[in-house]
C-alpha cells in the first residue's frame, strides 16, 4: 500500500514509517503540520492516510479539519485517524460524511504493532476500525432519539463488535456464541435500521454508519 502519514512527533513518525516499511508498504509522504496536510493528500492519493487529530500549528483540529475536507473532494479516501484522547466533536464530524473507509485509534494502540496494521488494512478495504474507547464515549444517546432503540441488548453487542471492524467468526468467539447465532444477530440488525439489499459488506458499513451517528 502507499501510505501517508501525518504526526507531528518525530518518534512516532518514524516510527511508523519503519513498522511500515517492514512490512513492504510505501509510505509515499510524510507531513508534520495541518497547514501541509490536505494539498499532501490531494497530490498523492494515497492508498490509505495515518493522521494525528491534533497538529501544529495550534495543536486543535488541524489534522482532522484536513482530513474532513480531503475527503469532500476525495470521497472514497480511507483514513486512519489517531488521537491522544477521545475527541468526540472531531471523531462524529469526519464519520457523519461516510463511515467506510475510516478508523480512529487511540494512539495507545499503535504500540499493539499487529491491531495497529490490521486495523489499517481493514480501513485501506473499505472497512471501518473504531477503537473500543472511541465507540463507548460516543455511544452517549439522548432518550427518545435512538434509532437503535429496536435493537436487543445482544443485537447491540453484536453491532458494537463491527463498528471495531470485527468478523462473524471473532465476534462468536467473543461473545461466546455460534457464528449462526451471530449471522442471525445481524440479519435481525439489517432489518431494524431498515438496511438495503445490495452486497452485505456495504450494509455493514452502512449499519455501523448508523450505530456510530445516533
Known sequence: MRILIAEDNALLREGLVLLLGSEGHEVCATVENGDDLLPALLEHRPD????????PPTFRDEGLRAVVEARRQLPTLPVLVLSQYVERAYATELLAQNAAGVGYLLKDRVGRAEEFLQALQRVADGGTAMDPEVISQLMVRRVGADPLSTLTQREREVLALMAEGRNNGTIAELLFITESSVNKHIGNIFAKLNMPTP???HRRVLAVLTYLRA
Do not use: P
Not at 490509505?48 to 497538529?55: G, I, M, N, W, Y
Open 48 to 55: 490509505v492516510a495515518v493522521v494525528d487529530v491534533r497538529l
Open 199 to 201: 452486497e452485505s459488506g
